[in-house]
């Protein structure tokens, strides 16, 4: 029980508040752990494919064995001290490992600078995605947002959220760190096609089952929402396995098709195009006011999984 009233409290905190500003947050200890490992590492194995690739093996085991076990060791101590003190810090840490509010602040703010101009939507958000987005027009940025609000539920409350009932916050820390090291070192290219290799991997295995959680609770949430969640879940059927990664496409898929609209396509990242595929049907044309949407639809998910997986842990428990 205690886990679960940690976490209902951290996810009613961040609902209300958001990541606290003016504390030091544990994923910018992450981020600095990584960047300064990564530095080690590149000059202790030499730049071959294989040494690359092992190295980025050893990245990932450092920086989840010490995102877990730091959290783990401390909230142990303190709740040995006083069990309200672990209690307190653990619901602290729960609060600043869910990301709802803010996923649902880069909406409003990319609809916000849309509505001012296009312009400023670009710049809007830039902050989100890493496409190219200053020749994006505006159907693009909205695209983008709406895209950014879906793909990210995923990784910013339902994973979380699953982890966090398993094991409390250290384990919900160790999936942070997880994804931490994929946004970082993740990517195609030349630096981190081999070095990166295994945190991407991770990555889209930690997030296998609560992508599709969260494509589920989507579903169920755009029936609350009085969308159109028998297209929702008939574009999910279809379309959910185009997208490269097996899990992004989860939760665009099923947007797609509660807003009535098309998402995904070819973007252009660092000057060059890139072929992605395209979720659900242009029954029409994308407006600003489907970011809104976007983030209620969220919304609507997040809070189901809430009370789906604390219901789940508790029967679990009994």
């Not at 990166?196 to 755009?222: E, H, Q, T, V, W």
């Not at 407006?287 to 679990?316: E, K, Q, W, Y």
């Amino acid at each position: 029980m205690t886990i679960t009233f940690a976490v209902l409290l951290g996810f009613a905190l961040d609902w209300l508040l958001g990541d606290p500003k003016k504390l030091p947050h544990p994923v910018c200890a992450v981020g600095k752990l990584i960047s300064g490992t990564e530095k080690v590492l590149r000059r202790i194995f030499p730049a071959t494919p294989a040494s690359l690739t092992f190295a980025g093996i050893v990245l990932w085991l450092i920086t989840c064995g010490v995102s877990f076990a730091v959290p783990f060791f401390l909230l142990r101590w303190l709740y040995h001290v006083n069990f309200w003190l672990g209690f307190a810090a653990e619901t602290l840490l729960c609060w600043m490992i869910f990301a709802r509010k803010s996923l649902a602040d880069a909406g409003y703010h990319v609809y916000g600078a849309i509505k001012q101009s296009l312009e400023e939507g670009r710049k809007a958000i830039a902050w989100y995605v890493g496409r190219d987005t200053a020749e994006l027009s505006e159907e693009g940025v909205i695209k983008a947002a709406v895209e950014t609000v879906a793909e990210n539920l995923t990784d910013g409350v339902v994973s979380p959220l699953v982890f966090m009932l398993i094991g409390g916050a250290p384990l919900g820390m160790l999936y942070k760190a997880v994804n931490t090291l994929d946004s970082m070192v993740g990517y195609h290219n030349d630096k981190y096609e081999y070095f990166g290799k295994f945190s991407a991997k991770m990555d889209d295995l930690f997030n296998f089952i609560p992508a599709r959680l969260s494509a589920l609770c989507m579903i169920a949430g755009a029936g609350m929402l009085h969308l159109d969640n028998r297209n929702a879940l008939r574009i999910y059927r279809r379309d959910r396995s185009k997208h490269k990664s097996p899990n992004a496409g989860q939760t665009e898929s099923v947007c797609a098709g509660a807003l009535h609209i098309q998402l995904g396509g070819d973007a252009s990242y660092f000057g060059k195009i890139v072929k992605k595929a395209a979720f659900g049907d242009p029954m029409r044309r994308v407006d600003r006011t489907d970011i809104l949407a976007a983030v209620d639809l969220m919304t609507a998910a997040s809070v189901f999984a809430l009370v789906l997986c604390c219901v789940i842990r508790l029967i679990a428990k009994s």
